[in-house]
């Protein structure tokens, strides 16, 4: 996949209207999620990913590996992209699901294992949702469930 089937594909899944809001979305995330993890893993994470969009996760983070929850994942993909926290924090989830998609199972397992999944506010397990849930299906639009979009739950935002 290049650059453009990556951003075509998240335009079309978040139903977004231009290209250059999919591409914002997807640097918000990616540059967040590579403050995150370790400068290793975001190498790895990145390594099958289309250069301009490995760049997001590698290139345009100055200080990989610290220390953050889930809600100030959310607060800081929100003042990068622009988005209010909720559409934010799907937005997240849907790039996380076609990133899956994207790599090695071993390059992805890292990811979740960098990411501590447990019941209090550090729950990263909502970042893995879609994933979850069986990734995004073109028959569902960008809802795999059908309803509400994961991250537009009001519960733990």
Avoid: C
Avoid at 108 to 120: H, I, K, V
């Amino acid at each position: 996949m290049n650059f453009d089937e990556f951003t075509g594909q998240i335009q079309h899944r978040l139903e977004l209207p231009r290209t250059g809001e999919a591409v914002r979305a997807i640097r918000a995330t990616l540059m967040t999620l590579g403050q995150r993890i370790p400068e290793g893993n975001a190498q790895d994470l990145a390594a099958s990913l289309p250069m301009e969009i490995k760049w997001y996760l590698t290139g345009a983070v100055h200080e990989h590996g610290q220390r953050f929850d889930w809600q100030e994942f959310v607060s800081r993909v929100s003042d990068i992209e622009g988005a209010e926290r909720p559409d934010a924090a799907y937005h997240a989830q849907v790039i996380v699901d076609l990133v899956a998609s994207q790599v090695p199972d071993s390059d992805f397992q890292q990811l979740r294992d960098q990411l501590p999944e447990s019941q209090n506010d550090e729950n990263w397990r909502k970042l893995f949702e879609v994933v979850d849930a069986g990734g995004w299906e073109e028959g569902e639009g960008a809802q795999p469930d059908g309803g509400t979009p994961l991250g537009n739950s009001s519960e733990g935002e």
